[in-house]
């Protein structure tokens, strides 16, 4: 008698289950569940959904009541796939003796898991996280969650909007640019496209965000160093991690964005969030078995430097157990958002790196992760 295989797919900073057809895992979800289909293998695949800013501890707890909600009392094996922090809410859920909160009964879902999947995770935490805790750091949360929707649901920017973010992005270094009128002004602007029903979902989904910011300092290399003190690996599970590495942001890249004015825009984003993301401290930078060390350089042709990230976490921040795969890709190419709209269903860029990464590259990757999963241990 075959068993049951159940996967959760747990989402990142930001990351939601689905807002209307707003679907962050989608793409994941649908290819992971047709290829253990096509092997034979029964699995059910769950996205999970998370305060997309809480701590890491709230976060773990929300991924303990999807997991309560879906795998029952069964004995299949558990498996958890985590992007970006989603991989470091997966890593406390296994945590032996990890309290989530009081009431909770964790062990008998953790002692079931069999494999954590990191994917684009920041192991050793983000300088990217340090920028987020200035001064507009939480309106700046609000507006890129609710650019990240828009871009997801209709592919494109109002040309109005995309200029007036492109120039405050221009400014990001001067801080004081950022005026909280105008920020307003861009909210009502792009909730103004929505249905009566979005904008309340996504008034929701905004709301999560301003209401716990708690996970911002969780991600700095120093919040990570704690994290990483209390946090210990389970004997018996099996851990793997996707590392991407993106482009550094150049003329050449920006030509390859083309004239289109959003296009612009997110590589706009992209420079900037790369150039803080690169400001990794030295000291920081976590040392690699042979093993690890040797699938990098297969991968990327030699180990990646210290500034090598993906615009949103360091390269080598992300390696934790085997690395599962390792390709050249920006923080949501490797969950399916990156740009080849003739795909069905489409696949839509959110933030143009010009990596290259497209589905002959993401089908490899998923199909590689799967490989894992299923792996007998040894």
Same mark, same amino acid.
């Given at each position: 008698?075959?068993?049951?295989?159940?996967?959760?797919?747990?989402?990142?900073?930001?990351?939601?289950?689905?807002?209307?057809?707003?679907?962050?895992?989608?793409?994941?979800?649908?290819?992971?569940?047709?290829?253990?289909?096509?092997?034979?293998?029964?699995?059910?695949?769950?996205?999970?959904?998370?305060?997309? &800013?809480?701590?890491?501890?709230?976060?773990?707890?929300?991924?303990?009541?999807?997991?309560?909600?879906?795998?029952?009392?069964?004995? =299949?094996?558990?498996?958890?796939?985590?992007?970006? &922090?989603?991989?470091?809410?997966?890593?406390?859920?296994?945590?032996?003796?990890?309290?989530?909160?009081?009431?909770?009964?964790?062990?008998?879902?953790?002692?079931?898991?069999?494999?954590?999947? #990191?994917?684009?995770?920041?192991?050793?935490?983000?300088?990217?996280?340090?920028?987020?805790?200035?001064?507009? =750091?939480?309106? $700046?949360?609000?507006?890129?969650?609710?650019?990240? @929707?828009? !871009?997801?649901?209709?592919? %494109?920017?109002?040309?109005?909007?995309?200029?007036?973010?492109?120039? $405050?992005?221009? %400014?990001?270094?001067?801080?004081?640019?950022?005026?909280?009128?105008?920020?307003?002004?861009?909210?009502?602007?792009?909730?103004?496209?929505?249905?009566?029903?979005?904008?309340?979902? !996504?008034?929701?989904?905004?709301?999560?965000?301003?209401?716990? #910011?708690?996970?911002?300092?969780?991600?700095?290399?120093? =919040?990570?160093?704690?994290?990483?003190?209390?946090?210990?690996?389970?004997?018996? @599970?099996?851990?793997?991690?996707? @590392?991407?590495? /993106? %482009?550094?942001?150049?003329?050449?890249?920006?030509?390859?964005?083309? $004239?289109?004015?959003?296009?612009?825009?997110?590589? &706009?984003?992209? /420079?900037?969030?790369?150039?803080? #993301?690169? %400001?990794?401290? $030295?000291?920081?930078?976590?040392?690699? &078995?042979?093993?690890?060390?040797?699938?990098?350089?297969?991968?990327?042709?030699?180990? *990646?430097? *210290?500034?090598?990230?993906?615009?949103?976490?360091?390269?080598?921040?992300?390696?934790?157990?085997?690395? @599962?795969?390792?390709?050249?890709?920006?923080?949501?190419?490797?969950?399916?958002?990156?740009?080849?709209?003739?795909?069905? *269903?489409?696949?839509?860029?959110?933030?143009? /790196?010009?990596?290259?990464?497209?589905?002959?590259?993401?089908?490899?990757?998923?199909?590689? !992760?799967?490989?894992?999963?299923?792996?007998?241990?040894?």
């Amino acid at each position: 008698m075959s068993v049951k295989h159940y996967i959760y797919l747990v989402p990142g900073f930001f990351g939601f289950t689905n807002l209307g057809e707003l679907v962050y895992y989608g793409h994941v979800r649908d290819f992971l569940a047709a290829e253990l289909a096509r092997r034979g293998v029964e699995a059910e695949v769950v996205a999970i959904r998370s305060h997309p &800013t809480a701590s890491i501890r709230q976060r773990a707890a929300d991924l303990l009541k999807g997991v309560q909600e879906t795998a029952g009392a069964g004995e =299949g094996p558990i498996h958890l796939i985590g992007h970006s &922090t989603g991989g470091l809410d997966s890593r406390l859920f296994v945590s032996p003796g990890a309290s989530l909160r009081e009431g909770l009964a964790l062990e008998p879902y953790a002692s079931r898991v069999r494999t954590v999947v #990191t994917v684009s995770t920041p192991h050793a935490g983000t300088p990217l996280a340090s920028f987020f805790l200035g001064l507009f =750091g939480q309106q $700046l949360l609000k507006l890129l969650s609710l650019f990240t @929707v828009y !871009v997801l649901r209709f592919g %494109r920017l109002p040309l109005k909007v995309a200029f007036r973010l492109g120039h $405050l992005l221009s %400014r990001a270094d001067n801080q004081l640019g950022w005026k909280h009128t105008l920020l307003d002004q861009l909210f009502d602007q792009l909730l103004g496209d929505f249905s009566a029903d979005r904008r309340e979902a !996504v008034s929701r989904f905004l709301g999560d965000v301003g209401n716990d #910011t708690s996970l911002i300092p969780q991600l700095t290399p120093e =919040g990570i160093d704690l994290f990483n003190a209390g946090c210990e690996d389970r004997p018996g @599970v099996r851990y793997g991690s996707v @590392v991407t590495q /993106s %482009r550094p942001p150049s003329l050449r890249t920006r030509l390859s964005a083309g $004239l289109d004015p959003y296009a612009q825009l997110t590589h &706009t984003v992209y /420079s900037v969030f790369y150039g803080q #993301t690169q %400001r990794m401290p $030295l000291n920081k930078i976590p040392l690699h &078995t042979a093993e690890q060390t040797a699938a990098l350089v297969q991968a990327f042709g030699a180990l *990646p430097g *210290p500034q090598a990230c993906d615009g949103i976490v360091p390269t080598r921040s992300q390696v934790y157990g085997r690395v @599962v795969g390792a390709v050249r890709a920006d923080h949501l190419d490797a969950i399916g958002h990156f740009d080849q709209p003739t795909h069905q *269903p489409p696949h839509v860029d959110w933030l143009i /790196s010009g990596s290259g990464f497209r589905r002959p590259q993401f089908e490899k990757l998923w199909k590689d !992760v799967a490989d894992f999963l299923l792996e007998e241990p040894r």
